[in-house]
Nanobody, 127 residues
């Protein structure tokens, strides 16, 4: 079982940057693909980005493409979400998640595909 803990959230002005971290504990981190999701007040949790087990490939939601970068360091058992050019509409609680589905199934974009979740970290972007 994998345990995930996010950090790095905070308050930032529009146009600024933040880097979120997701520290994992438990079995081999590299056995799990990772994802980031977010949930804004009054809205459903939505997909942000995902990265393969090796970190060699990633996929992004259209809303963040070109501004956010997902990465991972398997030796450190840590995933990252670099967020640049932040907008007020990026304000949300950000969650990291992990799943162990076989890579042949491709990228996973739905909440139900992920087996493990962190507690979330708040990101607030002021205008």
């Amino acid at each position: 079982q994998v345990q995930l803990a996010e950090s790095g959230g905070g308050l930032v002005q529009a146009g600024g940057s933040l880097r979120l971290s997701c520290a994992a504990s438990g079995p081999t981190f590299s056995n799990y693909a990772m994802g980031w999701f977010r949930q804004a007040p009054g809205k459903e949790r939505e997909f942000v980005a995902t990265i393969t087990r090796s970190g060699g490939s990633s996929s992004y939601a259209d809303a963040v493409k070109g501004r956010f970068t997902i990465s991972r360091d398997n030796a450190k058992k840590t995933g990252y979400l670099q967020m640049n050019s932040l907008k007020p509409e990026d304000t949300a609680i950000y969650y990291c998640a992990a799943h162990s589905r076989h890579p042949a199934y491709g990228f996973q974009y739905t909440l139900g595909a992920y087996d493990y979740w962190g507690q979330g970290t708040q990101v607030t972007v002021s205008s």
